[in-house]
């Protein structure tokens, strides 16, 4: 496969000093070593008055993340006026203001602790909020996925950096967009959401790709997103795999070089690439995931 080098809208910043630092230790030979190491933070969030969460993160788009919580909590509507979101570095705190008056004082009290790593939460009426969305049924072509995943694992990012991190990609066809990383899978696929609800930009058209694990919380994310297609290189969870057939979404896991597999939404993979054109996952470019299972 001809190497793609696409120019995303927003890709991983592997070189910034704030993300990750230098230290010190010892090797499996006692030998001295010094590796660079991912820093998270603490940020608080709040709508309008109302502290909601404090959540851990690399901290590099707390606005992003802040609105894209809101939305995927369904504290944010798709269709509210945001008339500031402000950011404090040195309190760690980050305040959305709506023109709608917002009091989710009970809805606070019924939040579930998911699958997610770095504790992330969901709340009660989530479910609720996905009736009343029909997703379009996007083709997806194998030419585009192939070419997608190679773009993706060789781009720089956090992860080859420093490991301990997970990758969301926002696409279109065969193209990447935007490409978000943080220490929740969760927080990622938030700050895709939040810039999404700032540009403007609808789901109806574009990929989501995760390095994480396609459980019942990925799914509900991405179906909120109007996103019709969700690609992981990792693996299933049996509840993801359910909601993601109730809902319409096209579901690959476990994508990695020339194979993955499809477990929902096969009728409308376009099987169109030769796969003796399709390289081997090189293991230099390996991200999270190829080894979980």
């Known amino acids: 496969m001809n ?14 000093p704030r993300l990750t630092e230098s230290v010190a230790g010892v090797n499996e030979r006692g030998e001295r070593i010094e590796t660079r190491v991912v820093v998270e933070r603490a940020l ?3 709508l309008n008055a109302q502290e909601i969460v404090t959540m851990m993160t690399i901290n590099d788009y707390p606005e992003y993340l802040a609105l894209g919580y809101l939305l995927n909590q369904n504290m944010l509507r798709p269709d509210d006026v945001v008339t500031e979101v402000e950011y404090d570095e040195d309190l760690a705190v980050v305040v959305v203001r709506t023109e709608r008056q917002t009091d989710f004082e009970d ?13 992330g939460t969901a709340f009660g009426d989530l479910m609720e909020a996905l009736e009343d969305i029909a997703l379009p049924k996007t083709p997806l072509r ?3 996925l192939y070419r997608l995943t190679h773009a993706i694992n060789t781009t720089p990012s956090l992860y080859l950096e420093a490991g301990a991190i997970h990758g969301c990609v926002l696409c279109r066809e065969d193209r990447p967009l935007v490409y978000m990383e943080d220490v929740g899978r969760h927080n990622a696929v938030d700050k ?4 999404m609800f700032r540009h403007g930009e609808t789901g109806g058209d574009k990929i989501f790709y995760t390095t994480g694990r396609l ?9 909120r997103m109007g996103i019709p297609i969700l690609v992981s290189r990792s693996g299933f969870t049996a509840w993801g795999v359910e909601l993601a057939r109730q809902c319409g979404l096209t579901l690959i896991g476990r994508a990695r070089g020339k194979r993955f597999i499809a477990l929902s939404g096969e009728d409308r993979i376009v099987f169109d690439q030769d796969l003796s054109y399709v390289e081997e996952e090189s293991a230099k470019h390996r991200r999270k995931g190829a080894g979980d299972e």
């Open 142 to 144: 194998t030419s585009w």
């Open 3 to 16: 190497e793609h080098r696409p120019v995303l809208l927003i890709r991983p910043r592997p070189d910034d």
């Open 107 to 119: 809805k606070l009290k019924k939040r579930t602790q998911t699958s997610g790593c770095a504790q």
């Open 44 to 46: 608080t969030l709040y």
């Open 215 to 223: 459980t019942s919380e990925m799914v509900i994310k991405t179906v």
């Open 192 to 195: 895709i959401a939040g810039w």
